[in-house]
Nanobody, 125 residues
Framework: VQLQACGGGLAQAGDSLRLSCAAS????????MGWFRQAPGKEREFVAA????????YYADSVKGRFTISRDNDKNTVYLQMNGLTPEDTAVYYC???????????????????WGKGTLVTVSS
């Protein structure tokens, strides 16, 4: 599985952005997916996860209520809708795929088989 994220850019506090991550390969629908981010000078952190079917989602406390993860298995794409952006959301965002047929908890625990190249989100105050 190869992952390609896009949709980052510049935003002002309070704005919204939607990140997309397109996956190649036939097994996309069998992978729990997630988004992680790495802010300047900080370690990469978990943001959101979604199960194979999209029926289960999980969020970091810092984004809960503002970000929404979703997926379209027909399009092999996972999304991250980010609303109410703050400067603290400035980071490089990475999409990630858990090992095949592993549950959503694998993403939450950082058990990742595939990483996409990051997309930079910069939020100004």
């Amino acid at each position: 599985v190869q992952l390609q994220a896009c949709g980052g850019g510049l935003a002002q506090a309070g704005d919204s952005l939607r990140l997309s991550c397109a996956a190649s390969g036939r097994t996309f629908s069998g992978h729990a997916m997630g988004w992680f981010r790495q802010a300047p000078g900080k370690e990469r952190e978990f943001v959101a996860a979604i199960s194979w079917s999209g029926g289960s989602t999980y969020y970091a406390d810092s984004v809960k209520g503002r970000f929404t993860i979703s997926r379209d298995n027909d399009k092999n794409t996972v999304y991250l809708q980010m609303n109410g952006l703050t400067p603290e959301d400035t980071a490089v965002y990475y999409c990630a795929a858990a090992p095949y047929e592993q549950p959503i908890v694998a993403v939450i625990r950082g058990h990742i088989d595939y990483w996409g190249k990051g997309t930079l989100v910069t939020v100004s105050s």
